[in-house]
């Protein structure tokens, strides 16, 4: 907890980088809720039933990785997306036709993994139109489910970090390509904002290998420097949230 709360006092200036945003209420509030918010992942139960559902998907990943290596696609053939009970164990995905983007991420990242790549856990914070919002808010309320992921005109995604082997010379540098598990494809950022402009990222990497290199390695993401295990603010501009707003905003 004081490791927490450490982290808290550290990343303050994101919220004092918030206010200088369009919409700062939102932005605010979803760093607050969000900032030990860790990224999803599938437990197993002790036995046999989780086991073997996480070896079926562990062949199945290494079967598909050459078939497809623009990426794991193949997972959107099985699982659709939508409302996931958490938490949630392997052998309950296994049997699942639908699953959020916090399990997809982690089915997503263990496919990667399965095609020799380096993967990190990513959070977002994406903004979308108020009609998107309430459709989603209304799917999730149907099925009994919270909507506690969206935040006024933003929504809370969960994706994989592919990191990139170092080049020579990158200081510490390590370029990422972030691919959205939801509608299999290659996030990229976006400086003229728009419908799901990617306004805040955090790229995870806790592992205790990487703990002591963390304060010493940065990622590139679409040019930005993003520091691991911190929320970065990607929009700084205010009237790119604006002008993605704009259609629908009656303000
Ligand atoms: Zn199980």
Known sequence: MNRAIASLAENRGIFKEARSIGRPDDLSRALCALELTPPSVILSHRGPCCLTAYSWFSAVARGAAALHPEGPSWINDIWQWGPTHWPLHWCEVAAADVADCGALACLAALAFRAAGESVLPAQLLELYDESTIANWRAMWQQDGHNPQWLFGCLAYHEAVAVVRRPKPGSNG?????????????????????????????????????????????????????????????LAERRDVLQTALQPTTKE
């Open 173 to 233: 540098r390590l370029d990422i390509r972030i691919w959205d598990p939801t509608n299999s494809r290659w996030l990229e950022w976006r400086a003229n904002g728009g419908y799901g402009t990617s306004v805040a990222v955090k790229v995870c990497d806790e592992s205790p290998q990487h703990s002591r290199l963390a304060r010493l390695h940065r990622f590139v993401w679409g040019g930005r420097l993003v520091s691991p295990n911190r929320w970065a603010i």
